[in-house]
């Protein structure tokens, strides 16, 4: 048998797949893989039909609908007051997986160090790998999961290209506060490391806590890899529609990957996006305090089990 790549053969089984097998097979509840159990919004579905209906099948434009791009500018302007150039500074790719890969692969080389903090999200490590790239992993501590000098000075090396850094953090739920990220930001300027920065869960905080992107942090403009996704935004995890916003040096090596990863995304669910983002505050807000309750039912459950 032919010799397969490494970084690919040697993964083990995803074990989203498995579970979500045991799951089925067992009619349990699936906690090991990210499925809301609503439609999601019934007019952003709609939207969605009917851009199907109306057109918008064909190949759009590589970097994404100009009013996608121009729907993520505004929705972070409004929410961050983050000024992007949606022409220059945003593109759309298919889901946040995507996003994440076409950054790696637009910033990563061989032999550079990528630090990852622990507990890591599963598509980052063989990417780097696959880049040549060799990640330094941080590991963070329960119960605050935060960043620390000590941590990101035995990081932090001459050969530091990028940090991958996940927040709101995936799986441990940690909004990290304005002090953690401009000791972050301290840093990357410090070995001048670009920070691709997995903000897909953006939307899901609760108990008045803020998301700061870390782009928004001074002197991180220019060095800030965003990555969002609407399929978590809206709870429509099937619609694989996610966001890489940067500036143009940046972005325009993320898109010669993008090009050639799957050169561009459904354009339905791209104008159905774009209807989505424009959505008021207050749809935004009750979305958090409905996925805040069913948090709650769920602690309270555990806590009566004995977690
Ligand atoms: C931390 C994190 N990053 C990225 C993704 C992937 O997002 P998408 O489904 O848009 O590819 C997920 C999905 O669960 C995630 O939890």
Redesign the pocket.
């Known amino acids: 048998m032919t010799s397969m790549n490494k970084v690919f053969a040697d993964l083990p089984v995803t074990i989203f797949e498995a579970m979500s097998q045991a799951a089925r097979d067992n009619n349990a509840i699936n906690l090991g893989q ?1 499925f809301p159990d609503d439609p999601g919004p019934e007019d952003i579905r709609r939207a969605a039909a009917d851009a199907v209906l109306n057109g918008y099948n064909q190949y759009p434009s590589m970097m994404g609908l100009p009013e996608l791009r121009q729907a993520i500018a505004a929705h972070y302007a409004r929410w961050h007051q983050l000024d992007l150039d949606p022409m220059s500074e945003v593109m759309v790719t298919s ?4 996003a ?1 890969t076409s950054a790696i692969l637009a910033v990563v080389e061989p032999g550079d160090e990528v630090i990852c903090f622990q507990p890591v ?1 599963d ?1 980052y490590l063989p990417i780097i790998r696959q880049a040549g790239g060799i990640p330094k992993l941080v590991r963070l501590e329960p119960p605050h999961w935060r960043l620390s000098e000590e941590m990101l000075r035995s990081a932090f090396t001459p050969k530091t290209k990028a940090v991958l850094f ?1 927040n709101p953090l ?1 799986p441990a739920a940690v909004v990290y506060p304005r002090e953690d990220l401009e000791l972050l930001a301290r840093f990357c300027h410090e070995f001048d490391a670009v920070a691709i920065c ?1 903000e ?2 953006e939307h899901v905080v609760f108990d008045g806590r803020e998301h700061i992107p870390l782009i928004t942090i001074p002197g991180m403009r220019d060095r800030t890899i965003k990555v969002g ?1 609407a ?2 935004i809206f709870s429509l ?1 099937g619609w ?1 529609i ?1 966001f890489v916003c940067a500036a143009p040096p940046l972005l325009r090596v993320a898109a010669k990957v993008h090009q050639f990863l799957t050169f561009t995304t459904a354009p339905n669910l791209q104008v159905a996006v774009a209807y989505g983002l424009g959505k008021s505050d207050d749809y935004f807000l009750s979305m958090r305090a409905e996925l805040a309750r069913s948090r709650d039912r769920l602690t309270a459950g555990l806590e009566r089990l004995g977690f």
């Open positions: 990210g889901g946040g997986t995507e994440l999200y598509s996940n995936n997995d897909v869960w996704s399929g978590k995890t694989k996610g």
